[in-house]
């Protein structure tokens, strides 16, 4: 086996300008997993694994997990370094995504170490209770290596170590069941990412592209769905605007909801950090074209003496 040649790496690869990583390796440190190199014009990387859960079992899973797996992988997760914890308070109108005319409040607390690396986030409900933890573990070039999900009986939820290959730019997290690969940009930055489970099933498949201060700009899943984002003179995400591809929707049935814009409205303290965020979702094919408020977001930040 050998690693592909640089004509046989996808566009969105050659963007940091080097080679993948010698995926074949990482028989050796998860022999649940299985690659080979593919013909031009395909994946990479194939993902064989065992029947041992059903497909639709693992997709629930990773639902639940994969925006914690994509935080972790991007160095947007790292807060300003005199930060040592955040307290988020979510308020969710539930009626934009299920017609469902009610609102629910929960909690989710950040805590940082003195380096601002996410160390820790744990989730309660709207009086305080705690519901599940979630850790993080880095090594000594502060690159996480492990993380994992554990709810109140300490039953994992989801875990995933870790393996960086810095020369060619790319993070993979692995677990049983799942694996993800995260191709950097000379900044850290994910510029694609693509999931798989069992039987070679892609999870998902992202591309990404940054502006010159490394905000990200336009996110795309080929065929799906993209998404571009402008920001503040804070660097604050102030509009977000959505479009999905209806052919595809249509055949798949796979995404149900209209093209949408999110603008964002912050109110800042005196750190020039967000303490309150507002998210307004308009939408585009309402006749009415009424703005909604979506979510509020009210942040308790402790900064570290």
């Not at 994992?148 to 870790?162: A, G, P, R, S, Y």
Request: hydrophobic share 35%.
């Amino acid at each position: 086996m050998k690693t592909p040649a640089a004509q046989d790496i996808p566009v969105c690869m050659k963007q940091s300008g080097r080679n993948p990583a010698p995926i074949h390796n990482l028989r050796d440190q998860s022999p649940q997993v299985t690659t080979e190199v593919c013909n031009p014009g395909h994946e990479f990387v194939y993902l064989i694994m065992p029947k041992t859960l059903s497909t639709l079992l693992i997709i629930a899973l990773i639902s639940a997990c994969s925006e914690d797996v994509q935080k972790l992988s991007d160095i947007d997760s790292v807060a300003k370094i005199q930060v040592k914890e955040i307290t988020n308070y979510k308020s969710i109108e539930m009626f934009i995504y299920s017609g469902i005319n009610r609102s629910f409040l929960n909690r989710e607390l950040e805590i940082f170490n003195e380096k601002g690396l996410l160390i820790q986030r744990v989730f309660m409900d709207s009086i305080g209770n705690t519901i599940a933890n979630q850790y993080a573990e880095y090594n000594r070039f502060d690159q996480n290596t492990h993380f994992f999900k554990v709810n109140n009986e300490q039953d994992t939820l989801f875990e995933f170590h870790v393996t960086h290959y810095p020369a060619y730019d790319l993070e993979v997290f692995i677990n049983p069941h799942i694996v993800y690969f995260f191709h950097k940009n000379d900044f850290g930055n994910t510029i694609y990412q693509v999931g798989y489970i069992a039987d070679t099933v892609i999870l998902d498949r992202v591309i990404k592209t940054y502006d010159s201060d490394q905000n990200l700009v336009l996110e795309e899943t080929p065929g799906f769905y993209r998404t571009q984002y402008s920001y503040n003179d804070n660097a604050d995400e102030s509009e977000r605007i959505h479009v999905i591809n209806h052919d595809r929707v249509k055949q798949t049935g796979s995404l149900k909801s209209d093209s949408s814009v999110f603008v964002y409205n912050y109110i800042y303290n005196s750190y020039n950090d967000w303490i309150r965020k507002e998210e307004i979702r308009i939408f585009p094919l309402d006749s009415s074209n009424v703005p909604k408020i979506v979510r509020t977001i009210d942040r308790k930040i402790e900064y570290f003496q």
